[in-house]
């Protein structure tokens, strides 16, 4: 047994650290896990109206692009309609194709159908005539031809040879947010390119394309990806009224035309709100008629020419994210206190939207927001009930230890007071047979004198340990009560000083008193007198042989101040704050043979106060000690 017994201890001490730190790691990896796995679920659901929430929001707080100086846009308004007294005609539009013809347009790009341009045959031949002797002139068509289908989006006749080209407006009605917005734009369709990419590369060479088979360089543009057959971008969004259109009629009447259409690409549509098929709802606004055709197409062309499409980020750097945020909100959940953590999480979101906010306005990064915030929540309102489980698991443990600690503390006063009670008598038996036998006729001898002398002076210190024994149970078990009466301390101070003078002489020590008169006061007798023994006492106790003690009494400010100063050793700083404490003593006292229970402060402080008195010490090592009692003159 005795060889094993070391093994046990040192197998013991090394194994609780491993111990520990498996059970730690162990926390950390499960609480990993769960973040992962929350990610990972997230991950299966797109949340498509919360994300494109948040990605309408960046677009709206980035500074957006400003007008692109290759595009220029014509509107056919309100006041054209008012102006001419009818909507324009085949007449007006190919007096419009002139002007811009002659002010050097690079491309005119007509929204509006020729085919629902009203005028009569010869006028309308007149119309597809001018047109088609324009070589940057096409008619945006709101579809797309499949591969193969070469006439598909020919016009009728007279404007069979009038250059046509694919230009949809794709909305988010099945997809993303199905909201009716849009935010994308077309740019191929089965590898045929769309309208958008053909002028685009007029500005931008680089976008044009390499080969045949592909409808525009794919490798020089960003942010396309593919969608049904298609490839599709985000549009950059300006707000609306970026692109100021100039009026039709103002356009018509150019003469001579006007410069600022010169190498620019025009647009030409409706803005007169008869049909929602002119408009589309836009990032900035749900409104049917948020923005015109011609503003949207100018939006798209832009981000084409500067080549700023939005990326997204991969779903993959999505996931990681989503993971990361839910791991920190769990520790933070779990450790930081409630305010700490609500801070935090909220300075983690806050900075996660504003670095997606950069990344959206100076990279044109995409990256999705909707998991990483759902799996805050998630992860906090999961993980709450569960720290308030452990929160008051702990309390609960807390309390039944705390009770458990009253009953002892109550069980051990109690015990002290019984014991102390009972002691008291056979001291007191004591102390009367050696005054017995020091009065005694016959003389005792010199030995016997001091034996017994020696065992009243052991029975006296006794007699003050168990009275302060009980008189702490009387304070703790708040027995203790006032007995009033009206007294003149300085007799209570001359009484004292009386009784322990025989100990003062011991020591050659000198009491002097200097009393100012004095009225009575009500104080409970006994009690202030406890008091002022302890002081005194102490006074005696630890000032060295030969010395003086000044006990003085007077009266200040509705106080009556009594100072007990001696010229002792003084009480090092440290410890001044201790000294009135339950059971102290200081290193210096604990280490002399002066005796002490380190009650005699503690009770004169609680009884001073019990008078509504204040009492406090001046003290500095090696210059003696002054105590100051001070009670209520009133
Ligand atoms: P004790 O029974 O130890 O005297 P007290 O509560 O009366 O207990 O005093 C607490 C401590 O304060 C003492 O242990 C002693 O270190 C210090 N002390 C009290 N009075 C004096 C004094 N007059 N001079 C120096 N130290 C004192």
């Not at 009716?180 to 500005?203: F, K, W």
């Not at 090092?572 to 200081?586: C, D, N, W």
């Amino acid at each position: 047994m005795p060889e094993n017994k070391p093994e046990t201890q040192a197998g013991a001490s090394t194994s609780r650290p491993l111990k520990v730190r498996l059970i730690r790691a162990s926390r950390h990896i499960s609480r990993l896990a769960f973040a992962v796995a929350i990610a990972s679920i997230l991950s299966q659901f797109p949340f498509d109206y919360i994300e494109a929430f948040l990605f309408d929001a960046r677009i709206r707080m980035r500074p957006s692009p400003d007008a692109s100086e290759h595009i220029a846009t014509i509107a056919i308004d309100p006041a054209t309609v008012s102006a001419l007294g009818r909507v324009p005609n085949a007449l007006d539009y190919a007096r419009l194709l002139e002007n811009l013809k002659t002010s050097g347009a690079k491309h005119i790009v007509f929204l509006v159908s020729p085919t629902e341009i009203v005028g009569s045959y010869d006028e309308l031949v007149h119309l597809a005539k001018t047109a088609e002797s324009i070589p940057g002139f096409v008619v945006a068509v709101d579809d797309v031809p499949l591969k193969g289908e070469k006439d598909a989006l020919k016009l009728a006749p007279p404007f069979e040879k009038v250059a046509t080209a694919g230009a949809p407006v794709p909305v988010d009605r099945n997809i993303f947010a199905r909201d009716d917005v849009t935010r994308r734009m077309m740019l191929a369709y089965q590898d045929l390119p769309t309208m958008l990419p053909l002028i685009a590369s007029d500005y931008s060479p680089e976008l044009k394309a390499r080969n045949e088979s592909e409808p525009y360089n794919r490798d020089a543009l960003r942010g396309d990806f593919d969608y049904l057959k298609s490839d599709q971008a985000y549009v950059q969004f300006s707000p609306r009224g970026t692109y100021k259109p100039v009026s039709f009629l103002k356009a018509l009447e150019l003469n001579p035309p006007l410069n600022e259409f010169a190498g620019k690409t025009v647009i030409v549509g409706r803005d007169i709100e008869t049909t929602s098929k002119d408009y589309i709802r836009t990032p900035y606004s749900r409104d049917i008629v948020a923005m015109t055709n011609i503003e949207y197409f100018a939006n798209a062309l832009n981000t084409l020419i500067t080549n700023s499409a939005l990326v997204r980020a991969p779903k993959v750097l999505g996931t990681i994210v989503t993971a990361a945020i839910s791991y920190m909100t769990v520790i933070v959940v779990l450790t930081a206190s409630p305010t700490l953590g609500l801070a935090i999480l909220g300075a983690t979101i806050a900075g996660l939207s504003l670095v997606a906010l950069l990344l959206f306005w100076l990279g044109n990064i995409w990256i999705a927001l909707a998991h990483p915030f759902l799996a805050v929540f998630i992860c906090y309102y999961f993980f709450i009930p569960y720290r308030l489980i452990i929160e008051n698991r702990r309390s609960w443990e807390y309390y039944q230890k705390n009770r458990l600690l009253t009953q002892v503390e109550e069980l051990k006063t109690n015990f002290l007071s019984m014991m102390s009670h009972d002691l008291k008598t056979p001291i007191a038996r004591i102390q009367g047979m050696t005054d017995i036998v020091k009065n005694d006729a016959n003389p005792l001898s010199p030995r016997q004198r001091e034996a017994v002398d020696t065992v009243r002076r052991s029975s006296d210190e006794l007699l003050e340990f168990v009275s302060g024994i009980l008189n702490l149970g009387r304070i703790e078990s708040k027995a203790i009560q006032l007995h009033l009466h009206s007294k003149d301390v300085n007799t209570l101070v001359k009484d004292v000083v009386q009784k322990l003078d025989y100990m003062a002489r011991s020591k050659e020590i000198e009491i002097r008193t200097e009393l100012e008169p004095l009225f009575s006061i009500k104080i409970d007798v006994d009690l202030i007198r406890q008091v002022l023994q302890n002081l005194i006492e102490n006074a005696i106790k630890y000032s060295p042989d030969g010395t003086s003690i000044l006990v003085s009494t007077e009266e200040r400010d509705g106080w009556i101040v009594v100072q007990v100063a001696d010229q002792g050793p003084g009480i090092p700083e440290s410890e001044l704050p201790h000294i009135f404490m339950k059971f102290y003593r200081s290193r210096n006292a604990k280490a002399s043979t002066i005796k002490g229970s380190g009650l005699g402060l503690y009770l004169a402080k609680y009884f001073v106060e019990l008078h509504k008195g204040r009492i406090h010490v001046d003290s500095r090592p090696g210059q003696g000690s002054t105590f100051t009692v001070e009670l209520p003159s009133a």
